[in-house]
């Protein structure tokens, strides 16, 4: 577990007893990780692409999600990533492994890798050539 950021402080503050004073230590100030939306050529393309983009918008809360963003980066975690996966059975019936959300943090990596995993299945399941 990696902070999202850092505040140097000289000195910490205490209270008269000379216990750390929570309330007193200053709030970091926060950059977006992403941008809220991108340029048109950022927009997700493609069904999947679109349909990941929802998907990562509900469960990361955060609209205007484009096709470069990065999950991790955006706030994802392992519990969101899991969550993901379950989403992502539920509206395609695709199994997806919680391990391609890490090999593909980028939405437009993620959507290309579940594209060829869609073509698999479907791949598996016609009858072979006699």
Request: proline share 10%; charged share 25%; glycine share 6%.
């Amino acid at each position: 577990m990696v902070p999202t950021a850092f505040v140097a402080v000289d000195r910490f503050p205490t209270t008269p007893n000379g216990k750390l004073d929570r309330a007193a230590l200053p709030l970091p100030v926060l950059e977006p990780a992403e941008p809220e939306a991108g340029p048109a050529e950022d927009a997700p393309l493609g069904r999947i692409e679109g349909l990941i983009a929802g998907v990562w918008s509900e469960v990361l809360e955060r609209p205007g999600i484009t096709a470069d963003a990065n999950f991790f980066k955006l706030g994802g975690h392992s519990l969101l990533a899991i969550k993901l996966a379950a989403r992502v059975r539920a509206e395609l019936g695709l199994r997806l492994p919680v391990r391609e959300v890490y090999q593909n943090p980028l939405l437009r990596d993620l959507a290309a890798r579940i594209e060829a995993l869609l073509a698999e299945a479907v791949a598996d399941q016609r009858p072979a050539a006699v």
